[in-house]
Every structure is written in C-alpha cells, then in structure tokens.
C-alpha cells in the first residue's frame, strides 16, 4: 500500500495542514517517509459532523449488518499481509513474532465482538409486565434495553500499534456498540495508522455503511486531541497512554457543557507477591519466569511486573541471586520511541539516587534509544517512607521490597495505588496467607492471577483489563473482552409504550429470539 499522509475523514482523504508528523525508526533515530499532515480544526469538525451524521443510520442497522462489518474490517486488515507488519517494525522497534500476534489479537477481537453482536446479550434486555389489578398500586409495563451513546473518541497507543489502536479494543467494542469512531493516531506510528484507517474505511465502502463510521485523524500537537474531547458530537472517549496525559484529558471531558465518560488506562506497576512455601520450594524458577516477564518487549507492558513482595529471609535471598543471574546478561532492547526511552533513563536514574534504594541488577548497557534493563530492592520500611517507588517506571525495571514480616508486607499492598494486575505466587501451605490477603487485593486490581505474571493478556468473556484509579480513570470498566461493549452502552426504560412502537428487542413476541429476563427470570429466546 502506497502512504499518502493523509487524513481520512468521511470515506474520503485530505492533507492535514497543521503542522507535520513522521514516524521515526526507533533503532536508528531516523525520520521515515512520507510526512503526515497534522488536522487543523475544521479537519477536526468534518470528522466529528461526519460521525454526528452516521450516528443514526448506523445504531439501527441490524446486529448482524454490524457483526458483519467487524468481521469484514478483519478481513481487510489480513489482506494487507506482509507489508503491514513490516511498517510496524519500523515504526515501534518491536520483533515480528510480537506483531503477527499483535495482529491476530486485533482480527480475533473483531470477530469476537462480531459474535456478541449475534448474541445479543450486551443489550440486557428485562422486561416487567403490567400489573393492572396489583394493589396499592398497578404496575406499568416497563422494558429495558441498552443503546449506544453516540460518536467516540479514540486515541491511539504506543505500546500496542495495532491491538490498542486505529482498529484496537476501544475501536472495536465502540463500533459493536453502535458507536461511529473517530480515532486520533498515536504519532509514533502514523503510516502503521493509515494502512489499518485505508483498511477500516475499505470495510465500511464494502458494507455500505454511511462514510462517517469512521474517520482517522492526525495531531502534530495537543490541539486538536483536546478539542476532539471537547467537541459536543463526541459522546465518549477511550484512552491508553500516561497518567499526565489522560488526567489533562479525562478533565476536558468532565469540564464540558455536557460531561462525557472518559475511559483512560494510565498507569500501573502489576505488584507481584510471593508467599513464604511457593518461594522455598521454586524461588529460583519463579526468579527465571520473572526476568523473562520483566523484559518482554523491553518491558514496556501496561501489565510489566514492577513490583515484587515477599518476606526477608534466606528464600527471598536465594530468589534475588537468581534473578540477578537471570537478568545481568539481557541485552538492551530498542523502545517504542526517542521519548519513551529518555523518560524510562530518567526513572531508572531517579530510583538508584533514592537513599535506601539498591540495585540487585541490571542489564547490558545500552546504546541509541535502548532501554537496560534493572532490578532493585528496598526494606518496606524504606519503601513505605518514598511514596515515588510506588510510581511506574515505563520499561523493564522492578522493586524488590523486602518486608520483615507479613504485617509489614499488608501496610505495603494497603498503600499501593489501583491496579491493572496483582499476581500471587503461592503452593498450597500458602493459602490460609493469601486468603487473609485477598479482600484487600480485590480492592487494589481488576485482574488477581496466581503462579503467573500479568504479562499476557486473553481477550474473552471474563477478562478485566481495568482497575481502581490510576490504573483506569473509571474502575467499573475493562478496556479488553466482551463487557468492554458496556462502556459506549447506556439503559433505556420504555414505561406503556405501545407493542407497535417497542423496538424489535422488547416485543412481545421477541422477533430476533433474544434471551431475556422477564419480570426477573432469564426466559431462552
């Protein structure tokens, strides 16, 4: 596919005149062809009336015209082979093997919320029959079902160019939903956006969709990102980014004439506890699986390991030897881009100048836009004194905190801020621990796993990609799996409405075979 650096906007293409964007081979520092202009402001209100315009047209085609559509913008994605993959290497300095993933987790999530539009159950429809002889009172007849709130925004991520962006999650649970797209391209990968844009846009042609489904734009500041939050047509947003950034976002969306739901996924260091028996009988093992979780992709993960719990003892000494055996020969890895790597140095630097901090470990060194992976540890007396150690550090570096015993190691998990991820290593003789330590950590995390990392993450119908503040900006909602939908979805009530004039879902005859739960009980459709 030949790239023009356009923006797409309402089926068709325009040269954004507000400034310049490259992307930028992370390995080399070198700008790459061709330039992307950035969107000026009536670039930006041609995308948003565009979405504003299909918004009616496209809620109320029938969920499999939608399903259709989702599984059509996979298809386009696939079709664009080899060529894409190659432009994300460039672009994100990430391994081929990460990117085919990557991009079967896009498909796959596509068709995945192509199959809950089949269902239909994200509609959660209820139905309470009139009463009319129940005393004191009668009853109305009162039906209940979802509906989508109207246009959203999407912005782009560094760390998931393709899972997490143009055609990611919040695009893909949006479009479900009913909810036409605008998408904001994160700028380290422009050209990656725009061959997944052209692909979505071929879909929404081939489907015969109304062209302001979806639009795609650029933004060579912060502009036009803040004025895409604020333009009254947007009626959501889902974000995946720094916890600066989405707060100076998530408050343009609260201090709106009319405030909208701000989704944000921000910031996390996925604490992991490792309980006195599983850390005799494996600590070694566990040490080895740790650094190799810890330096994935360099470690720049929402859900990377950067925080270790366990007890002070022989064990514990016996886990840090291994992880330091494990971790000394990793080579540095290239980052996402110049920025993150520079702001990743800075964190580093801050924790080994931190008084009571010690380094356990550190990777090879590092060259151009490389980050070198790095392992410390701290007391939890010294840990609990620096609330900073509790910030994340964005890359492959971890804190050991070494807690004199398990009061020491609950004040640490009670001053831990939300959570994407808790991960419990534990065998069996751990359990009366852990089950002391659970209610707290189910108010830390929206994902608790055991004997594994956070590092992997399933898209499915029980996976919780969210988390209590700052991990997300709304911990009642996951940004990966099926419930994603529910964020772009709101209830509607119909009290006496006339059978002729209740939509499809809510008749009384249940025309599309939908299961619903009438006056309280689930009936099969």
Not at 373 to 379: G, I, N
Not at 486 to 506: I, M
Request: glycine fraction near 12%; aromatic fraction near 6%.
């Amino acid at each position: 596919m030949r790239l023009t650096g356009e923006l797409l906007i309402g089926g068709g293409a325009r040269r954004g005149l507000q400034g310049e964007i490259r992307g930028i081979d992370p390995a080399t520092g070198e700008p790459m062809e061709p330039a992307f202009g950035g969107a000026g402001h009536d670039d930006l209100k041609a995308a948003c009336a565009h979405a504003a315009a299909a918004f009616q047209p496209y809620r109320t085609l029938p969920y499999e015209t939608r399903a259709t559509f989702l599984e059509t913008i996979a298809e386009h994605i696939e079709a664009l082979g080899d060529d894409l993959i190659v432009r994300v290497m460039a672009e994100s300095g990430l391994p081929r093997g990460r990117l085919e993933g990557e991009r079967g987790r896009t498909t796959g999530q596509l068709r995945l919320f192509a199959s809950v539009l089949r269902d239909g159950g994200f509609l959660e429809t209820r139905i309470d029959p009139a009463l009319p002889a129940r005393l004191p009172m009668p009853r109305p007849d009162l039906r209940l079902r979802n509906v989508p709130l109207g246009p959203v925004a999407v912005f782009g991520a560094s760390n998931f160019p393709l899972a997490f962006s143009v055609a990611g999650g919040d695009t893909a649970s949006a479009l479900a939903a009913g909810c036409p797209v605008v998408v904001k391209a994160h700028p380290a990968h422009p050209g990656t956006s725009e061959m997944i844009g052209r692909a979505v846009q071929a879909a929404v042609a081939a489907c015969g969709l109304h062209p302001g489904v979806f639009s795609l734009i650029h933004d060579s500041g912060f502009e036009i990102s803040q004025a895409l939050v604020a333009d009254p047509r947007i009626k959501a947003a889902g974000f995946t980014g720094s916890r600066r950034g989405g707060l100076a976002l998530a408050a343009i969306a609260q201090g709106r004439p009319e405030p909208i739901p701000f989704y944000a996924e921000m910031s996390s260091i996925n604490p992991v506890v490792l309980f006195p028996s599983a850390l005799a009988a494996r600590g070694a093992a566990i040490a080895k699986d740790f650094v190799g979780a810890l330096t994935l992709g360099a470690g720049q993960f929402c859900t990377n390991p950067g925080l270790i719990l366990a007890l002070e003892g022989p064990e514990l000494s016996g886990f840090l030897a291994a992880a330091e055996e494990a971790l000394t020969p990793v080579p540095a890895a290239v980052m996402l881009t110049p920025a993150i790597s520079r702001v990743y140095a800075t964190g580093v630097r801050t924790l080994s100048e931190t008084t009571g901090v010690n380094q356990v470990a550190k990777g090879q060194e590092p060259t151009r836009n490389q980050g070198q992976a790095a392992l410390f540890s701290v007391t939890g007396e010294t840990f609990l004194a620096n609330p900073h150690l509790a910030e994340e550090v964005f890359g492959a570096t971890s804190i050991v905190v070494r807690c004199a015993d398990m009061a020491e190691l609950h004040k640490v998990v009670l001053a831990l801020e939300g959570q994407l991820t808790i991960a419990l290593h534990m065998d069996e003789p751990d359990h009366a621990l852990a089950a002391d330590l659970l209610p707290d950590l189910e108010l830390k995390a929206g994902r608790i796993l055991v004997n594994g990392f956070g590092t992997g993450v399933e898209v499915c119908h029980a996976m919780v990609h969210g988390g209590p503040f700052p991990a997300t900006s709304d911990s009642r909602v996951t940004s990966v799996g099926t419930l994603a939908i529910a964020r772009f979805l709101r209830p509607v009530s119909y009290q006496n409405l006339p059978s002729a004039l209740l939509p499809d879902e809510l008749k009384p005859e249940n025309p599309l075979g939908l299961v619903r739960r009438v006056d309280g009980k689930l009936q099969l459709g």
